[in-house]
Antibody, heavy 120, light 106 residues
């Protein structure tokens, strides 16, 4: 069965960086893309970016393109999201999800979420 | 950019009710529209893709309709686990989620 397992909660100071991992299992990692979405407390879902695992391309939402880097490691079936220059309003739960491009790019399996808290 | 709107932001219902949740896109997106349910404290789960195709394993009480700019998620015979927030998401150009509609207990 498909699983996406994310790294644990992080506490960071303003200005620092955070790197969240998302380890995939149960399917051929390179056959599906990975997206990252975040959710601030009590708020909705915000798309951050998209990793094309097989092609190596990345696409970033305009709000994040200057501060986020998405990478994938096909040797370990792991995707990574690094966010730099953290601010207090970056405190949120960060999710990875698998993209099913041939099903109108829907996101069929999600990681459990990683809580990132930014506080001085 | 394509913007998604969902109104109302919340609605109240009872177990067994039929509920309809609207979603509107700022421009035509064909049927590149997906629906998710999010139970508090949990990750979202895919319900419908392509505006009307039920994701494998999702109960048949969920259905979707619409094309272009106006879409609807319908839940018949509402169950206790359906008291949650529902998000639409477009994938026609980039990715964008609607702000969500919370279904709570009347």
């Amino acid at each position: 069965q498909v699983h996406l397992v994310q790294s644990g909660a992080e506490v960071k100071k303003p200005g620092a960086s955070v790197k969240v991992s998302c380890k995939a299992s149960g399917y051929i990692f390179s056959n599906y893309d990975i997206i990252w979405v975040r959710q601030a407390p009590g708020q909705g879902l915000e798309w951050m970016g998209w990793s094309s695992v097989s092609g190596g391309n990345t696409y970033y939402a305009q709000n994040f393109q200057d501060r986020v880097t998405l990478t994938t490691d096909t040797s370990t079936n792991t995707a990574y999201m690094e966010l730099r220059s953290l601010r207090s309003d970056d405190s949120a739960v960060y999710y990875c999800a698998r993209v099913v491009v041939f099903h109108t790019s829907s996101f069929d399996f999600w990681g459990q979420g990683t809580l990132v808290t930014v506080s001085s | 950019d394509i913007r998604m709107t969902q109104s109302p932001s919340s609605l109240s219902a009872s177990v067994g009710d039929r509920v309809t949740i609207p979603c509107r896109a700022s421009q035509s997106i064909g049927t590149f529209l997906n629906w998710y349910r999010q139970i508090p404290g949990k990750a979202p789960e895919l319900l419908i893709y392509g505006a009307s195709t039920l994701e494998s394993g999702v109960p048949s009480r969920f259905s979707g309709s619409g094309s272009g700019t106006d879409f609807t998620l319908t839940i018949t015979n509402l169950q206790s686990e359906d008291f949650a927030t529902y998000y639409c998401q477009q994938s026609h150009t980039g990715v964008a989620f609607g702000p969500g509609t919370k279904v709570d207990l009347k």
